[in-house]
C-alpha cells in the first residue's frame, strides 16, 4: 500500500468577487481596507503591508470604481495631511465577505471527503 493514501486530501480556494469581470474584492482589498481601518491613511498602510503607495491607491481607486456606493473615502490633505476612511458600506463589506469566508471554509471542510472516497 502507498504511504500517500494515510494522507487525506484538503481542498482549498480563495474567495473572490467580481464585478463587470473585473475583480472586486479579495483578500488583498479586504487587507488593506482593514489596514486602512487602523491607520486612517493609504500610505501608512501601504508601508504596513508591504506594498507601494501606487499600488495600495489603484487598489481602494478601483474598489471605488467598481461598487456602487463609495468604499473609502479620502480626505484631502491639511497641517496634518490627508488620510482615508472606510465607508460604511466599506465595513459592511468587509463583514458580508468574512461571512462568506467562513461559510465557504466550512463548505470545503465538510466536502472534502468526497474526494478522498475515490481513492478507496
Request: glycine share 6%; hydrophobic share 40%; net charge positive.
Amino acid at each position: 500500500m502507498n504511504s500517500m493514501n494515510h494522507y487525506p486530501f484538503k481542498m482549498d480556494a480563495d474567495l473572490s468577487f467580481y464585478r463587470e469581470d473585473e475583480l472586486f474584492l479579495g483578500n488583498t482589498q479586504i487587507r488593506l481596507l482593514k489596514q486602512v481601518l487602523k491607520d486612517g491613511s493609504i500610505l501608512a498602510s501601504a508601508k504596513n503591508l508591504k506594498m507601494s503607495y501606487q499600488h495600495a491607491w489603484h487598489i481602494l481607486d478601483k474598489l471605488n470604481q467598481l461598487s456602487p456606493l463609495p468604499v473609502v473615502i479620502r480626505q484631502k490633505g491639511g497641517r496634518d495631511g490627508g488620510g482615508c476612511v472606510v465607508s460604511n458600506y466599506g465595513l459592511k463589506l468587509i463583514r458580508t465577505f468574512e461571512a462568506k469566508e467562513i461559510a465557504m471554509k466550512e463548505f470545503l471542510a465538510n466536502n472534502s471527503a468526497d474526494f478522498d472516497s475515490c481513492f478507496f
